[in-house]
Structure formats: structure tokens, C-alpha cells
């Protein structure tokens, strides 16, 4: 068998792709050019490769001479390096380094012969200064002329031995980065591949290209820079998005002219099949019940167990009645203690219906869902948002006991079959069903192939427009390669939160209108050449507005005042009264547009107290939209963010045009609570 030893550093890396879990796969093209004909097995050893990613090979492939050139085996291992005594890997040489110690050898016997040969001059010239040489031959006038070609002579030697010293330093730099190169090869480089190629039958290959894929650690990060300029102090609504990525690879090889490619997926893809449809098989568990024929009513009202009166939560949110926190009640067709239609049969002919009770809500007297389970009924009321709430204390003994106390902790619910049983026998009581164990799909299987498909389907990729080059650093290098500059539009607003800060923020929105789909990561900001803001993608979805602060607008303020007061007691409620204003102060000479100013109003997870917006007016009555507040001011909820808007309380100005000078706003809300009951004020 035919053997070719090659050193990978010597041929090119065509290309590079790094993945999301910190491995990179590389790929290297070795050209082939046979003297003769080959007519039996050839190996080619490969050497100087890195240390592989754990638990991965090597794939090789012949992309040019396919058609006549068979790869009937590879494999790799360690190299065939040894080492010293003490465990160091011997320094190894190449054509370079030697190249390198021949150009140094070469001027520093220049350096030395040019030193020589003015030393042999500068002796003849100090015998002739000592009368020992050309005694009374020599005119004066020549040796004047004497003198002055020596002068001469010295200058362009000492200009030659400065060059000298310089050429010498830069190769002996030449030869320290070779032989780090070579030592780090010699460390790093620690793999051997193996590729036998076989002739086809019949065939002649004179030339060929070997392809081998391997896959290392490496790291990659996207980082954005946005670049804002400004015209005459306002922003320009045309940006730059400078896209780049944070790359490591301390492989001991430099990725030269590669195609670099970043990419979300994952380097390892499990196999995904089309599922396998078993057969299912009911089976009976527990004895099966039957009712006597006489006592089942004519048309009984049957309610399936998911829908009995201990499981109403179980149904979904579009199944239940919800209400407005601030009065208005989204759903309500039915009212407390009003009769109940029967619900539409459903797929096994059962009749479904809902039972209502009305609660007290957040903001006011509102219809909500009732269910009950073991004897207690439980009123659904929203989670508690990171808006300001009011906390009662010290905390009330709030009934949470059945409605019908003689019940005894169950409660009589109608079966499948219309005849009543208690609750908390009605699992024991009732057939039901399930699959054979042995027919039963593979569940985790069937998760696992989902989560790869769904992993595929949003995967993101995306290759430099030029080739790059990446040399191999130390643990902690970092490159920062550019990978594309957008050009987007932009919008601009000033913001305020007053009750948290007096300043008013310039606030940059982009709706990213480009063929890239932003990978998660930190946008750095930055305004006039200035770094002012960070912030970070968390979602790659392409539709998603990036949003980012532009800093402080000096030339605007608030202020911001919080009053209180309280009515008369009525029907045992006691009713507090609170009011902020909000003073917006604009010093620029014209009026500014796109001025947000944000508040928010308390709630209270306890019913027994309700929380009542007065002013602006109109804003409690809407979910969605704006209403008038003043000339060329709207008050809306506020929904940026993961904010929920009218559910957690939160709501903004935003005023299309502030004049020079100061404008106030006003909000104005009602605490009602039972007389005794304290509770704490944000």
C-alpha cells in the first residue's frame, strides 16, 4: 500500500461553522496530484490536527475525482509526537523556521565583515596619523582628501550596519512567532486522521481533492452596535445596526481566508422519523355501575366530570367568565341566581353548563367564575402584577367555606348517568378508560422528535460577506468579527416616569425591516460616536421592535406631587382619596413632539376593597385605545414591555405636542374598603 504523509497546516481550511453549543465544524480541502497511475490502496496519513470536540470524529469525503477515486476507510487518532522525560512534547521544525535561521546567519556575517573591513581601515588611518605609513611621500592635500573619503566611508558603514540591526531584529521576530507557532502546534495540533483511497475498477485518477470535516470547541457571540447621529441636536430617523460577533478558538489552528458561518443549531441532530400509529385498547378498571333503568329521568341533564361544579377551574380561560379589574365586565351573559340555559350537547351528547356568582372585584362589583371542590368555593381573581398593591393588615380571616355548610366537605354533583353522588367518591364510583401500556407510543420519543423540529424550524444562520481570518488565541481571546451593517429607520420619543425619576429619557424604537433575523444578544447604543445605553435582544423574532434609550433630554424635567384625602363613611365602607400631578417643564425654545409620561394605580388582590379610577376620565371604561385628556393629550394603558396594561394598573399621557413653559397632568382614584380594615399605601 501506497503511503502520502501531509501536514494539515499546509493546506487550506475552506470554510468554518460555528454552532450554538460551542463547537465549530471545520473543513479542510487537500488537493491530490498523482505522478502515476494508482493502481492499488493509498493512505494518507494527516497530521498536525487538533484535539477534536468530545465525542466526535473526522468525515471525509473526495469532492474532485469522485468517479474514479473510492474512500474505503478513515479513521483518526493521537499523533505520533513523543515526548521527552518530563512530559514535554519535543519542539518540532518546519521549512519556514529554517528559512528564517539562514536569513539570520546571512546578515550577521554581513554585519561582521562590514565591521571587520572598517576596523582594517581605522588601523591604516591611525598609522598614518602616527607618521608610521607614507612618511614623506604623501603630500599634505592628499592626505586631506584621505581623511575625507574615510569620514565618508565610516557614515555609509554605520548606515548599513543600522540597517543590518534592523533586518536582523525583524527576522529574529520572525523566528520567535515560527517557533511559538511550532510549540503550539506541538501542543495543540496533537491529532492524526488516516484516509484510504482505493482506484474504482476500470478507472484512472490523476488528480483529486480530499474534503475533511472535524469538529473543535469554539464559542461565538452576537454583539450589536447601533450608531445614532444627530442634525441640529434631534436625532436622524436613519440608523446603522452594526452586526458582529464575539468569536474564541483557541484550537492551535488559524482559520486563514475561511467561509465563516454563526448558526443557532445545535451541531448534533437526533434522527426524526415519521411516528408509528399503534392500535389503542380500552380496558376497564374498577367495577362498572349501573343505575336502575327506573330512576333515570326522562332526558337526564348529564355533566361531564370536567365540567361538574368541584372542577369548574379546570375549563380554559375562554370557557370562563372574566372581568375588567376597573368595572367592565368582559363576559357576563349570566347573572347570580338567574336561571341557566342548558349548554349545547357535546361530543358525547352531554349538556354543559356554567355556574356564575358575583364577587366583589378590584375596581367595582363584577360577575366572576365560582367553582368548587371538597366543599370550597374559590373566586378567580388576576395574579398580582409588579404594579403598586395594597396590602391589608393585619390579615382578615377571608372565608374561603363551602356555600352550603350542611354539606360536610363534599358536595352532591350530578354523574355521567344523571344520578347524584358525593364528590369525593365520584373517581371510585365512575368507569373510565385508558390505553394498554403496551400499546402506548414513546411519549419521550415522540417530545424529543417535536423539540428537534421545532429547533430546525427557527434555527438562524448567518455567513460573513468576506472571508475571514481567525488566528488561534489563548483561553480568553476574543475576535470581533464583522458580520453585516444595517441600515434601518428609526423613531423617536421622550419618555418620563415621574413618581421614579424626574428626568425626561430620549427613547429610540427600530422595527427591524432587514433580511436578518437578530440572534439574542446586547445591543450597544450609541449617540453622536457615544456610548450611552445597552441593551439585549431576547427574542429572535423579526417582528419584534428593538427598543433602547437614547439618555437624558437637559433641556425638559418633571415633578411630580402625590396628595391624599377621604370621604364620608357610608354603608360601612370607608373611602380614601388620592391625587397626583405630574408637571412636565420644557425649556427648548419650540415645542417637542412624542412626550409619553407614565404612572400607575394600585390594586388590591383582597375583593373587599376596591380601587376606582376617577380622572382621566373615560380610561377606566376602555381596554384598549386612547382618550382625550387636554389639547393634544390622550391617556391610554400601557402595554410596553411584558406590561398587561389594564390589568396591572398601568397607564400613560402621551402628548403629541408640549409647549415651551410647563404643562400638568392629573389622575385622580378612590380607595374603598370596609370601615376597620387598614391596609398599607404604596
Not at 505520533?80 to 536569513?103: I, N, W
Request: proline letters at 6%.
Amino acid at each position: 500500500m501506497n503511503v502520502i504523509n501531509l501536514s494539515a497546516t499546509d493546506f487550506p481550511i475552506k470554510s468554518v461553522r460555528i454552532f450554538s453549543s460551542d463547537v465549530a465544524e471545520v473543513t479542510r480541502i487537500f488537493p491530490l496530484n498523482f505522478t502515476q497511475s494508482l493502481n492499488g490502496s493509498l493512505a494518507i496519513n494527516i497530521s498536525n490536527l487538533p484535539l477534536l470536540h468530545r465525542q466526535s470524529g473526522i468525515w471525509a469525503s473526495v469532492i474532485v475525482g469522485s468517479d474514479d477515486l473510492l474512500v474505503v476507510d478513515y479513521y483518526h487518532g493521537p499523533s505520533d509526537y513523543k515526548s521527552d522525560p518530563f512530559g514535554h512534547r519535543h519542539e518540532t521544525s518546519s521549512d519556514v523556521l529554517r528559512d528564517l535561521q539562514a536569513e539570520s546567519t546571512r546578515l550577521q556575517d554581513e554585519r561582521q565583515l562590514r565591521q571587520q573591513s572598517f576596523a582594517f581601515l581605522s588601523t591604516y588611518m591611525n598609522s598614518l596619523a602616527a607618521g608610521n605609513a607614507l612618511a614623506g611621500v604623501a603630500e599634505p592635500a592628499q592626505l586631506v582628501t584621505l581623511f575625507d573619503e574615510f569620514i565618508d566611508i565610516g557614515k555609509s558603514r554605520s548606515e548599513v550596519i543600522a540597517v543590518l540591526d534592523q533586518q536582523i531584529k525583524d527576522v529574529k521576530k520572525e523566528i520567535d512567532e515560527e517557533v511559538q507557532r511550532l510549540f503550539l502546534e506541538s501542543c495543540a495540533l496533537v491529532t492524526k486522521a488516516t484516509v484510504i483511497l482505493a482506484p474504482v475498477s476500470g478507472r484512472t485518477a490523476t488528480v483529486a481533492e480530499l474534503e475533511l470535516k472535524y469538529k473543535v470547541d469554539a464559542t461565538w457571540k452576537p454583539v450589536y452596535e447601533l450608531h445614532v447621529t444627530t442634525i441640529d441636536g434631534v436625532p436622524s430617523s436613519s440608523v446603522v445596526l452594526t452586526y458582529r460577533c464575539q468569536i474564541s478558538q483557541s484550537t492551535g489552528e488559524n482559520w486563514d481566508d475561511v467561509e465563516l458561518a454563526v448558526t443557532t443549531a445545535e451541531p448534533y441532530i437526533h434522527s426524526v422519523g415519521v411516528p408509528e400509529l399503534k392500535k389503542m385498547e380500552l380496558k376497564q378498571q374498577g367495577g362498572f355501575w349501573k343505575p336502575d333503568p327506573c330512576d333515570l329521568p326522562l332526558r337526564p341533564k348529564n355533566f361531564p366530570f370536567w365540567n361538574a361544579t368541584g372542577n369548574a377551574h379546570i375549563l380554559s380561560s375562554t370557557q370562563q367568565d372574566r372581568r375588567s379589574i376597573f368595572g367592565n365586565t368582559q363576559s357576563a351573559p349570566h347573572q347570580a341566581g338567574a336561571t341557566q340555559e342548558p349548554a349545547a350537547d357535546n361530543v358525547f351528547g352531554f349538556l354543559q353548563g356554567q355556574p356564575t356568582v358575583t364577587t366583589q372585584g378590584f375596581f367595582t362589583s363584577t360577575p366572576a367564575q365560582s367553582s368548587t371542590l371538597a366543599g370550597q368555593t374559590f373566586s378567580h381573581f388576576p395574579a398580582q402584577s409588579q404594579a403598586s398593591s395594597l396590602t391589608t393588615a393585619p390579615p382578615s380571616q377571608y372565608s374561603l367555606s363551602a356555600r352550603n355548610p350542611s354539606s360536610g366537605g363534599s358536595s352532591a354533583t350530578e354523574n355521567t348517568f344523571g344520578s347524584k353522588q358525593s364528590t369525593s367518591n365520584l373517581q371510585q364510583s365512575q368507569p373510565s378508560t385508558s390505553l394498554s401500556a403496551s400499546a402506548q407510543p414513546s411519549k419521550l420519543q415522540h417530545q424529543r422528535e417535536r423539540i428537534v423540529l421545532a429547533e430546525l424550524d427557527k434555527a438562524v444562520t448567518h455567513t460573513t460577506t468576506a472571508k475571514v481570518f481567525i488566528p488561534s488565541r489563548a483561553v480568553g481571546g476574543t475576535h470581533h468579527i464583522l458580520m453585516a451593517t444595517i441600515p434601518l429607520k428609526a423613531s423617536f420619543t421622550r419618555v418620563a416616569v415621574p413618581s421614579v425619576n424626574s428626568h425626561v429619557f430620549w427613547t429610540c424604537e427600530i422595527s427591524n425591516t432587514s433580511n436578518y433575523a437578530l440572534t439574542p444578544g446586547t445591543i450597544h447604543t450609541y449617540l453622536d460616536g457615544k456610548h450611552v445605553s445597552d441593551m439585549d435582544i431576547t427574542s429572535i423574532n423579526q417582528s419584534q421592535p428593538i427598543q433602547c434609550s437614547l439618555g437624558i433630554d437637559p433641556a425638559m424635567a418633571t415633578q411630580f406631587n402625590r396628595t391624599t384625602g377621604s370621604l364620608p363613611d357610608f354603608n360601612g365602607k370607608a373611602t380614601k382619596t388620592y391625587t397626583i400631578t405630574a408637571t412636565l417643564n420644557n425649556t427648548h425654545r419650540d415645542p417637542v413632539s412624542n412626550v409619553i409620561v407614565r404612572t400607575s394605580l394600585p390594586f388590591s388582590a383582597d375583593p373587599r376593597i376596591t380601587v376606582t379610577l376617577q380622572e382621566a376620565g373615560g380610561l377606566a371604561d376602555i381596554n384598549s385605545g386612547t382618550v382625550r385628556v387636554g389639547d393634544g393629550c390622550y391617556a391610554r394603558w400601557s402595554t410596553t414591555g411584558d406590561h398587561a396594561g389594564k390589568n396591572d394598573g398601568l397607564f400613560e399621557w402621551v402628548c403629541s405636542s408640549v409647549k415651551p413653559g410647563s404643562q400638568v397632568l392629573k389622575a385622580v382614584w378612590h380607595v374603598t374598603a370596609p370601615c376597620g380594615l387598614s391596609f398599607t399605601e404604596p
